[in-house]
């Protein structure tokens, strides 16, 4: 009955039988340690976390950057909206070479972020969100669960929930001025202001990948167009838009 159970699971082919039955009779809220594709990785039960551990490492969600940069590429990548830092270990994953910064909001994703990081001498971690200024604003719980807190204000929109306080940095300062080649960009309607007021900036960076939360924010599609209308773009196999500079 319990084989059955685990292989109904559906993350059981990503994490094997051992660990989908340790995962189901975890109590709820609890760390659990999972092994996806050779990496350690703690993740919440009951949150979104394993859900996206295993798009990032065993179903491959960033893999078109394999195609549009060379193995030993050794430039800097950052991740905006690092949540618990998986996208951060695909990409050292891909690139060794690599200097990955992986920025986070949230002081609880954040704690998670660094038990999973610390095995990556290339990925540095930051506890902050991006933004257009250096400022301290609220993070939200727009109802969405751990992996979609924000700091846009949509209190008209829906229920939401002031978490704490946060501070922001640039794409300016948060690579301490060295050229930024990939940007990851995953902040719950924060791209709008990015779009809006650091589009300079923005086009410097040669690879944008974008996912854009148009419901957030009204007309930040139209926004991200107007940014790629000089560049090559096209939507990789999830829901992200990828912007390459010509």
Request: net charge positive; with cysteine; hydrophobic share 40%.
């Amino acid at each position: 009955m319990i084989r059955k159970i685990c292989r109904g699971y559906k993350y059981s082919r990503a994490i094997g039988f051992a660990q989908s039955l340790s995962y189901i009779f975890t109590r709820k809220g609890k760390l659990v340690k999972v092994t996806i594709s050779g990496n350690k990785i703690y993740v919440r039960k009951g949150s979104k976390d394993l859900m996206v551990a295993v798009s990032c490492l065993f179903s491959h969600e960033f893999s078109a950057l394999k195609f549009l940069l060379p193995g030993n590429f050794s430039g800097t990548i950052v991740d905006a909206g690092g949540y618990i830092g998986t996208a951060a270990i695909a990409f050292s994953n891909m690139f060794p070479k690599a200097e990955v910064i992986t920025i986070e909001p949230s002081i609880d994703n954040y704690e998670v972020i660094k038990k999973n990081i610390a095995p990556f001498s290339k990925i540095k971690s930051i506890n902050a969100a991006l933004s257009s200024k250096n400022d301290s604003v609220s993070l939200n719980d727009l109802s969405t669960g751990e992996w979609g807190y924000s700091i846009i204000d949509i209190k008209d929109n829906g229920p939401q929930k002031k978490l704490h306080d946060v501070e922001c940095v640039t794409l300016k300062n948060v690579a301490q001025d060295k050229h930024i080649d990939v940007l990851k960009l995953d902040i719950e309607g924060g791209e709008y202001d990015l779009l809006t007021n650091s589009l300079s900036d923005l086009k410097k960076i040669d690879i944008v990948i974008a996912e854009l939360h148009e419901r957030i924010v009204p007309n930040t599609e139209k926004k991200f167009f107007q940014f790629s209308k000089d560049r090559i773009i096209f939507k990789d196999n999830s829901e992200k838009y990828i912007s390459v500079s010509k």
